[in-house]
C-alpha cells in the first residue's frame, strides 16, 4: 500500500493528463503551478478545465510568496545583537563609534531600558561592548581614531 506521498511523486513523473511516465524519450514540461506536468500542449489543453481551479490558486500562493518573503539581510548587513537584517533606512540603525558595529535601534532602545531598570544608572553604554557612551562630539572623534589606528575597515 503506498502512502499518499509515494502517490505524489509518482504522480509528478507521469503526465497529469493521459498518465505516460516520464523517460528518457518522453520529457514532462511543468505547468505554472509546479503542482503537475504534462507530456504535451495537447494534453495540458485537455486536462485545463480540471486543473484550472486549482492552478490558479497556487499560482496565487507562488507570487504572495515571492513577493513578500523578507530577504535574508540586506544590504547593510545584520544586527550585531539581534542578527536581524538592518533597515534600508539609516535613521534605524546607530554605528556605535567605541567598537564600529552597527546596532539596531531596537538593541539600543532595549539596551538603554535595561540599564536604567536594573542600575538605575542613567548612563548609557554601548550595546555591543557595554563602554560609555560619548557625551561630546570630541570623545566620538578620539573614539573613531582609535578605530581607525586599530585598521578596523568599518571606522
Given at each position: 500500500?503506498?502512502?499518499?506521498?509515494?502517490?505524489?511523486?509518482?504522480?509528478?513523473?507521469?503526465?497529469?493528463?493521459?498518465?505516460?511516465?516520464?523517460?528518457?524519450?518522453?520529457?514532462?514540461?511543468?505547468?505554472?503551478?509546479?503542482?503537475?506536468?504534462?507530456?504535451s500542449?495537447?494534453?495540458?489543453?485537455?486536462?485545463?478545465?480540471?486543473?484550472?481551479?486549482?492552478?490558479?490558486?497556487?499560482?496565487?500562493?507562488l507570487?504572495?510568496?515571492?513577493?513578500?518573503?523578507?530577504?535574508?539581510?540586506?544590504?547593510?548587513?545584520?544586527?550585531?545583537?539581534?542578527f536581524?537584517?538592518?533597515?534600508?533606512?539609516?535613521?534605524?540603525?546607530?554605528?556605535?563609534?567605541?567598537?564600529?558595529?552597527?546596532?539596531?535601534?531596537?538593541?539600543?532602545?532595549?539596551?538603554?531600558?535595561?540599564?536604567?531598570?536594573?542600575?538605575?544608572?542613567?548612563?548609557?553604554?554601548?550595546?555591543?561592548?557595554?563602554?560609555?557612551?560619548?557625551s561630546?562630539?570630541?570623545?566620538?572623534?578620539?573614539?573613531?581614531?582609535?578605530?581607525?589606528?586599530?585598521?578596523?575597515?568599518?571606522?
Amino acid at each position: 500500500m503506498m502512502s499518499t506521498e509515494d502517490e505524489a511523486a509518482a504522480d509528478m513523473m507521469c503526465c497529469a493528463s493521459c498518465g505516460i511516465a516520464e523517460n528518457d524519450d518522453v520529457k514532462l514540461k511543468k505547468c505554472a503551478c509546479n503542482l503537475v506536468r504534462y507530456c504535451s500542449v495537447t494534453c495540458q489543453r485537455d486536462h485545463r478545465s480540471q486543473h484550472k481551479k486549482a492552478c490558479k490558486k497556487r499560482v496565487v500562493e507562488l507570487r504572495d510568496e515571492l513577493l513578500f518573503t523578507q530577504p535574508e539581510s540586506s544590504h547593510l548587513g545584520d544586527c550585531q545583537i539581534c542578527f536581524l537584517p538592518l533597515s534600508i533606512d539609516l535613521r534605524k540603525s546607530t554605528l556605535m563609534s567605541c567598537c564600529s558595529k552597527t546596532v539596531c535601534c531596537g538593541c539600543e532602545m532595549a539596551s538603554i531600558l535595561h540599564q536604567k531598570v536594573n542600575s538605575g544608572n542613567p548612563e548609557t553604554k554601548c550595546p555591543f561592548c557595554r563602554k560609555p557612551a560619548p557625551s561630546t562630539m570630541d570623545e566620538v572623534d578620539k573614539q573613531t581614531m582609535k578605530r581607525i589606528e586599530a585598521n578596523d575597515p568599518v571606522a
